[in-house]
């Protein structure tokens, strides 16, 4: 069964830093992307980043660009989120999740989608 | 970006109802709407991809419908482990925007 567990989370003031990991297990990690999704306290959901299988390819949401670097250790089946310069609108539960990517002949659109998903890691960006 | 809306933010229903959550989305996304559910304090779990498929595991309760901007996830006799929130997520554009939610409460 795949499973995802995240770690790093913890509070830390305005303007630092922090790096999150997600350790997966259960599948083979280096033929799927992988996705970082947060949720603000009372919040929905909002995908943050994503990364190519191999590393080569790298997304971000405009928000964090700049500021937050995903990167992956495919010998050691292991996700990370380097985040610096943060801030408080970045306190949130991050979960990694697997990004199922499936390509359809003729189609110029991937489908894609998030399963499964870590249990989360609370980050609290406050003085 | 696609903006996402859900409707209702909120929705009573009770055991054994047939409950419908619709999900709008501000352009043509054509199918690429999948739908997650989560329950309190855990992550949301994939309920729904490509508009209409459910994953392996998933109860035939649940189905999807809609192409373009509207889509509708209905569950068709709901089970006490059938209240939590429900996510419809966008994955035509990237950023994969999602809607705010829409919570199923005990009626």
């Known amino acids: 069964e795949a499973q995802l567990v995240e770690s790093g989370g913890g509070l830390v003031q305005p303007g630092g830093s922090l790096r999150l990991s997600c350790a997966a297990s259960g599948f083979t990690f280096s033929n799927y992307w992988m996705s970082w999704v947060r949720q603000g306290p009372g919040k929905g959901l909002e995908w943050v980043a994503n990364?190519?299988?191999?590393?080569?390819?790298?997304y971000y949401v405009d928000s964090v660009k700049g500021r937050f670097t995903i990167s992956r250790d495919n010998a050691k089946n292991s996700l990370y989120l380097l985040m610096n310069s943060l801030r408080a609108e970045d306190t949130a539960v991050y979960y990694c999740?697997?990004?199922?990517?499936?390509?359809?002949?003729?189609?110029?659109?991937?489908?894609?989608?998030?399963?499964?998903w870590g249990q989360g890691t609370l980050v609290t960006v406050s003085s | 970006d696609i903006h996402m809306t859900q409707s209702p933010s909120s929705l009573s229903a009770s055991v054994g109802d047939r409950v419908t959550f619709t999900c709008r989305a501000s352009?043509?996304?054509?199918?690429?709407l999948n739908w997650y559910q989560q329950k309190p304090g855990k992550a949301p779990k994939l309920l729904i991809y490509?508009?209409?498929s459910l994953p392996s595991g998933v109860p035939s309760r649940f189905s999807g419908s809609g192409s373009g901007t509207d889509f509708t996830l209905t569950i068709s006799s709901l089970q006490p482990e059938d209240f939590a929130t429900y996510h419809c997520q966008q994955t035509y554009i990237t950023p994969g925007t999602f809607g705010q939610g829409t919570k199923l409460e005990i009626k």
């Open positions: 352009q043509s996304i054509s199918n690429y």
């Open positions: 999740a697997r990004d199922f990517k499936v390509r359809v002949p003729n189609i110029e659109v991937a489908y894609n989608w998030f399963a499964p």
């Open positions: 490509a508009a209409a």
């Open positions: 990364i190519k299988e191999d590393g080569s390819e790298k």
